[in-house]
């Protein structure tokens, strides 16, 4: 399939991922606005913060004990997420670019998915913080969330399985595998700065990759960092684990077939299967698990790299005809 | 609802009814039928239509001052409805028209005996057509010259501008180099027909939706080395150009990848795509970029839009472009002045569809006429397009025809007259009832080896009361266009 057109089905998925996962983190933020603690309202505004990278409207966050400004600080954090167009992750951003993209390849794809999010895309045009606010926020980002499950099931039952279905799933779990490695680097770090965290935290975190049940079910009720770490991680059942993950990368790779360099692609390959073995060999042994973790966040944007430069920008020889 | 208050006039055609306001027996169906609709049906049907154009992304852009802004063509509801007898006529002409199109411009460029006698082109050395007029025409390409298209056809894809008076059909424009418009042909039939279930089905109407079948066959006439199974692709400028939208939706109608410049290289005088597997010989470009970007090599080095070498390799054989490069000068808005005469000295036949009276400021006569009778005359640019550069003389303000005027002076070749049309109006619904509107329609003239037209059109409707612009681009729309049967 051509190069441009593989390349703008796997930012698609990309950005779908990434627009389901902030509209996710935001859905589980403000229901928390309802009753939890402040401490604890800060601590998760933080780990959204750090693990995008980002710098919140007005700097760093400060803690402060009047739910009166919790709440104020809280309204304009999630307009920054949601709304802002000079904040390239905001929600709104990611299913723009998401549909800019399919725009782009709408020959590749079903009509009923492009009609999907086209719809999705003009109806959060006419929504602003203010009119979700007013009413219920997790509603909304609950809303965001499934339609991005509502296209991928759209896709799944029309789309051809082709290459370009094969890219648009490499996208989603390149960036699923990104965000989770981000946002578990986040916690640690938030944990860090806020000198402890809370078993609430950790709770919430289990909550955001739908996971608090199967820990009920495969440890305890009593929640340690270490066994979320694990599940979150090594978990080969967990959707949103990170071997599930890489699985899928493997998988998606196997299908899509080599590209036209040997050597790059036999570099892309080794690297989705070096971190596929530090997951399944190396994870359970690992005491820094923090370091392990950058360490797989490094790979996994090298990986990115070595796709791009294995299928979409390759170098080619030219010879001009006399 | 009912046509009390519609406005009909002696001297100007309607499509739906006689100057007695009968309906024309083709429409007589419609009529009755929107006569027993309800104001508040019929704007249930409108917005139907609209909702299903913004719904599906139907969308052209629209450059600012800032930013790029998509927006739907506004689209009436109401068909307008050909019989099949006067699609014939224009059929007839069109395939004339086009014939001798490619005469000329295989007269105009390729080698020849005329050339070779007189190192002038026959048509020219005749006397039919001054030399100046394709020499000095800024869309004459010097790069095509000695070049002769494969198959004689240097057009393959035609968008026609015709419009109806008293006197009939006429020619206001032949579009010869990137034509758009015919997704809308197809989209508005979609629309309209679902909205017009029972009528469509009794009316017999003909069938326009093979058109991406036609296309692909067309294309794959042109395929060089007589291929069989040749990869096509269609190239766009990209999603900036105003009519991307239609580029989608061509590419997925004729089964081609949607390619940008930046996907195209060409190597040892064939052109490849670049793929996820490497790279793959392209047979045939079906190309919406215009000439001067479709290869910097060749034409303006600062494209950022075109292939380098994909001209050589065109000039090669290696690969076919569709329209040939430099085919606009025979769409020029003074060389259209002559296209009657060339279907007289190619075909030596006599035009079927008329052209409409023009005058050429090059002319002094007709400079002085012009510019004596400003006042009743349309005056055009001649290297604009999408009613860019013109002044419709009787709407204008007397410093407005001055202004206008003293341009002319400065530069008479750069402009062209043309009386001020009657164009035909149809009814259109506007804010609850039926009001009249002028219209003109653009039919796709498709020719590989041979010339096929789908019996269907964009029909542009001039959508502000009294307004005779119908472009898109200045506040026009659409209308689905039936021919039936009966």
Request: with cysteine.
């Amino acid at each position: 399939m051509l190069s441009r057109s593989a390349q703008s089905l796997y930012w698609m998925g990309r950005y779908l991922e990434r627009a389901q996962h902030q509209s996710r983190l935001l859905q589980l933020q403000t229901a928390a606005l309802v009753d939890r603690p402040v401490q604890e309202i800060y601590f998760g505004w933080s780990r959204i913060y750090i693990s995008s990278d980002r710098l919140p409207p007005g700097g760093f966050l400060e803690l402060t004990d009047s739910d009166e400004f919790t709440l104020a600080d809280s309204f304009t954090l999630a307009d920054d997420l949601t709304f802002e167009r000079s904040n390239p992750g905001s929600i709104w951003n990611c299913f723009a670019m998401a549909r800019e993209n399919a725009r782009q390849t709408r020959n590749c794809i079903s009509l009923e998915m492009w009609s999907h999010l086209n719809l999705v895309y003009l109806r959060l045009q006419g929504r602003d913080i203010q009119d979700i606010w007013s009413t219920s926020p997790e509603t909304f980002y609950a809303g965001l969330t499934s339609d991005v499950d509502t296209f991928m099931g759209v896709a799944g039952a029309t789309m051809y399985r082709d290459e370009g279905w094969h890219f648009l799933q490499l996208g989603r779990a390149v960036e699923k595998g990104q965000l989770l490695l981000a946002y578990l680097l986040a916690q640690l770090a938030a944990e860090a700065r806020h000198d402890e965290s809370t078993e609430e935290d950790w709770v919430s975190l289990l909550r955001t990759y739908h996971a608090v049940e199967v820990y009920d079910r495969n440890y305890s009720l009593d929640v340690q960092p270490n066994h979320v770490l694990d599940l979150l991680v090594s978990d080969p059942l967990l959707p949103y684990s990170l071997c599930q993950t890489l699985d899928t990368i493997g998988e998606q790779l196997d299908a899509i077939g080599r590209g036209p360099h040997a050597a790059i692609s036999g570099s892309m390959r080794r690297l989705a299967g070096r971190l596929a073995s530090v997951i399944h060999y190396e994870w359970p042994d690992v005491t820094d698990r923090e370091d392990v973790l950058r360490k797989l966040a490094g790979f996994s944007r090298d990986l990115h790299d070595l796709i791009t430069q294995t299928y979409f920008d390759y170098e080619v020889e030219i010879a001009v005809a006399t | 609802m009912t046509f009390d208050d519609y406005q009909l006039d002696d001297d100007v055609f309607d499509e739906m009814f006689l100057s007695d306001g009968t309906p024309r027996d083709h429409s007589r169906a419609l009529h009755e039928l929107l006569c027993q609709l309800s104001p508040q049906e019929l704007a249930t049907i409108q917005e139907r239509v609209t909702r299903s154009f913004s719904n599906e992304g139907i969308t052209f852009t629209v450059y600012g001052d800032d930013e790029a802004e998509e927006r739907i063509i506004p689209i009436d509801s109401v068909p307008r409805i050909l019989s099949n007898a006067e699609w014939q006529t224009i059929e007839a002409g069109l395939t004339q028209r086009i014939k001798a199109l490619n005469h000329f411009l295989e007269d105009v460029y390729g080698e020849s005996r005329s050339k070779e006698l007189y190192g002038e082109p026959a048509i020219v050395h005749d006397g039919v057509i001054p030399v100046d007029m394709v020499r000095g025409c800024p869309q004459y390409r010097v790069a095509m010259q000695g070049f002769s298209a494969p198959y004689g056809t240097w057009v393959a894809i035609c968008g026609t501008d015709i419009v109806r008076t008293q006197d009939g059909f006429a020619v206001l424009e032949d579009n010869l180099r990137v034509p758009s418009g015919v997704s809308y042909m197809l989209a508005n039939r979609e629309a309209v027909k679902k909205s017009f279930r029972r009528l469509y089905r009794m009316s017999r109407v003909r069938e326009i939706e093979d058109y991406g079948q036609v296309l692909q066959t067309t294309l794959r006439e042109l395929a060089p080395h007589s291929q069989t199974d040749p990869t096509i692709v269609l190239l766009t400028p990209g999603v900036y150009n105003s009519a991307f939208y239609e580029h989608i939706f061509l590419a997925r109608e004729i089964g081609a990848e949607l390619v940008e410049g930046r996907d195209l290289l060409v190597n040892n005088g064939y052109v490849y795509m670049r793929t996820t597997a490497g790279l793959r010989r392209v047979d045939v470009v079906y190309r919406r970029v215009d000439d001067d970007f479709i290869d910097p090599l060749a034409f303006r080095p600062d494209s950022l839009l075109g292939v380098p070498g994909l001209l050589h390799a065109y000039k090669l054989g290696n690969v076919s472009l569709v329209n040939a490069p430099g085919t606009g000068v025979a769409d020029d808005k003074s060389t259209y002045a002559y296209v009657p005469d060339m279907i007289r000295y190619y075909l030596h036949e006599e035009p079927i569809l008329a052209n409409v009276e023009t005058y050429l400021c090059r002319r002094p006569e007709d400079l002085e006429y012009t510019l004596d009778n400003l006042q009743d005359l349309v005056v055009k640019r001649v290297g604009e397009s999408g009613g860019y550069g013109m002044i419709i003389g009787p709407h204008a303000t007397p410093e407005e025809r001055e202004e206008y005027a003293q341009q002319v002076r400065a530069d008479p070749a750069g402009f062209i007259a043309q009386p001020v049309l009657a164009l035909s109006r149809a009814p259109c619904f506007i804010d609850g009832r039926f009001e009249s509107r002028h219209v003109d329609l653009r039919p796709f003239v498709l020719h590989g080896r041979e010339t096929r037209i789908v019996p269907g059109a964009f029909c542009r409707v001039a959508l502000r009361r009294g307004s005779l612009v119908v472009n898109s681009s200045q506040g026009g729309g659409g209308k689905d266009i039936w021919v039936v049967e009966a």
